[in-house]
């Protein structure tokens, strides 16, 4: 059968196969898990976009939804102080004839 001495051969084939292996799973394994980790960091980065893409969108809703909102304010607010401007400008007018009709009455006429 097998003598001690192939038996010792035997033995130390297969350890360096092992060895072999080890360092082959060694060195392997780190590369798995870079690329596991890549991955990871890839969905990461792709799930922060989205989230971040959305929460822009969500702002500038709201920017268009303030800025909507305080031009109608405005816009009902000028109209508020065109009317009243108007109003003012009629009184202004009534006041000035009242004042030039008193001023007729009153003044004599130089002919």
Do not use: C, W
Not at 68 to 77: A, F, G, R, S, T
């Amino acid at each position: 059968m097998l003598d001690q001495e192939a038996l010792t051969y035997i033995i130390g084939i297969l350890v360096i196969i092992g060895t072999g292996f080890s360092a082959f799973n060694y060195l392997r394994k780190p590369q798995e898990r870079s690329e596991i980790n890549d991955a990871v960091v890839d969905e990461k980065i792709a799930n922060l976009k989205l989230n971040t893409d959305e929460k822009i969108t969500g702002v500038k809703d709201l920017i268009v939804n303030l800025r909507d909102n305080h031009l109608k304010h405005m816009d009902e607010k000028f109209d508020k102080h065109i009317e009243k401007q108007i109003e003012n400008e009629k009184l202004i007018a009534e006041n000035f004839t009242k004042v030039f009709v008193l001023l007729d009455e009153r003044l004599p006429n130089k002919k």
